[in-house]
């Protein structure tokens, strides 16, 4: 902010279209695109690691659940860092030290050491997201945030997507290790993007930290009723989002489908969906409020999953594409709402709504191999569908609030 002679405060944050909004825009694109990248590769290859350490689907689907557990755990911490700290430090050291992580997972001797390093990568890659959101909240103008917070959002659609079709194409011709390590190399490389793109924080001040304050910060987040709602909507929608899809590879794998590797890999194409929602919700939630886009986006996501009860491919793909888009849609939505709603303390706010985000998936997404192990998709479908009922009940309380 800055002040007229006469006093008055004038918001000179850049708005959309202007040199300033892009820079920023691309380089937090490249952060969603880098941190799924790494997050996300190890989804494609489940089955691969089932066959590979012989262990059970549940088993193998625990090398996603532990990154997102870890990425939850840490993203208080590393938010309080960035107060301190500043963000794009906070930013730059997380994309380094999971990259370097990174590259050396596909050394794994058994699947304990897998699961050790990725929990490791877990905690170095929650500073981006703990970080984005606040960044974003504090560069940008606030009647272009939506915008600005889709396009990050988008980027970690495609940053999903890439991280695994990428896997999936190496494993056609070569072992699990050589995919992984492919997905590694490839989110190096969008680290450096990332780090060389990344404008200084012009808004930031750094603050003292002290656990006191940041527990009486966070205290008063969750004493925010609208807040809190938001909270649970990221744990739900990304619960439901990733137990669906750590579980649709084994399913189409298996009969009626009985699909060769490739062609399962190529179903996270799907995420595309999600890259033109999320950045398509966010623009409308600015026109036309959050409320109902936010609750539009989690009816699509019901009714999709419960396309994909019917045993037609065809049929189930739509299914799974209407439930991706609606899913980045909705968080889009609920992730800018989390940063026009906490007018202080961003930081710790974004990082409770992410808190949440991840420990869905983490929690959520082992529960869901349970489900998978006794009913396969179908019990799969009924544990998703509960989440998503809950899910409705929020977004329809956040609409009749707003």
């Excluded at 988008?154 to 896997?167: K, S």
């Excluded at 986006?297 to 799974?320: C, F, H, K, N, Y």
């Excluded at 909705?330 to 007018?343: D, I, Q």
């Excluded at 202080?344 to 529960?367: C, Q």
Aim: positive net charge; without cysteine; glycine residues 10%.
């Amino acid at each position: 902010m800055r002040r007229t002679p006469a006093g008055t405060e004038i918001d000179d944050r850049p708005t959309r279209g202007t040199r300033e909004y892009r820079a920023v825009t691309l380089a937090l694109f490249a952060a969603g695109l880098t941190t799924f990248v790494s997050m996300y590769s190890a989804q494609a290859l489940l089955p691969a690691l089932t066959d590979g350490f012989g262990v059970a689907p549940a088993t193998a689907a625990l090398a996603v659940s532990v990154t997102t557990g870890l990425v939850a755990l840490a993203i208080v911490p590393a938010s309080v860092l960035s107060e301190r700290f500043g963000r794009t430090r906070v930013m730059v050291i997380s994309a380094a030290v999971s990259s370097v992580v990174g590259l050396l997972l596909p050394l794994s001797p058994n699947i304990g050491v897998l699961l050790a390093g990725r929990a490791v990568q877990g905690v170095a890659l929650a500073g981006i997201p703990a970080v984005a959101m606040a960044y974003l909240a504090e560069e940008i103008h606030a009647r272009d945030l939506g915008s600005a917070m889709g396009r990050y959002v988008a980027g970690t659609t495609i940053g999903g997507l890439v991280g695994r079709l990428v896997p999936s194409a190496v494993l056609d011709v070569a072992s699990w290790r050589w995919a992984m390590e492919a997905a590694s190399v490839l989110a190096l490389v969008l680290a450096v993007v990332m780090t060389r793109t990344l404008p200084p924080s012009r808004k930031f001040r750094p603050q003292r930290v002290h656990p006191r304050v940041v527990v009486t910060n966070l205290a008063g987040h969750l004493r925010n009723p609208a807040l809190a709602v938001l909270f649970l909507l990221g744990f739900l929608l990304m619960g439901g989002f990733v137990s669906a899809y750590n579980f649709l590879g084994f399913h189409l794998l298996d009969a009626p489908f009985s699909l060769p590797e490739a062609l399962v890999g190529a179903v996270f194409l799907m995420y595309l969906a999600g890259t033109y929602t999320s950045a398509a919700a966010g623009a409308a939630a600015d026109r036309l409020g959050r409320a109902p886009v936010l609750l539009g986006s989690v009816v699509a996501m019901v009714a999709g999953l419960a396309v994909t009860l019917v045993p037609l491919l065809p049929v189930l793909l739509l299914g799974m594409l209407v439930f991706t888009g609606g899913f980045f849609a909705a968080h889009s939505v609920a992730s800018g709402w989390v940063g026009r709603l906490a007018t202080e303390h961003r930081a710790e706010a974004s990082s409770l709504y992410l808190f949440a985000y991840y420990l869905g998936s983490s929690i959520a997404g082992a529960v869901a191999g349970i489900a998978y192990a006794h009913g396969g998709w179908s019990a799969t479908v009924g544990f998703v569908g509960g989440l998503l009922a809950v899910a409705v009940v929020a977004a329809s309380a956040m609409f009749r609030q707003a």
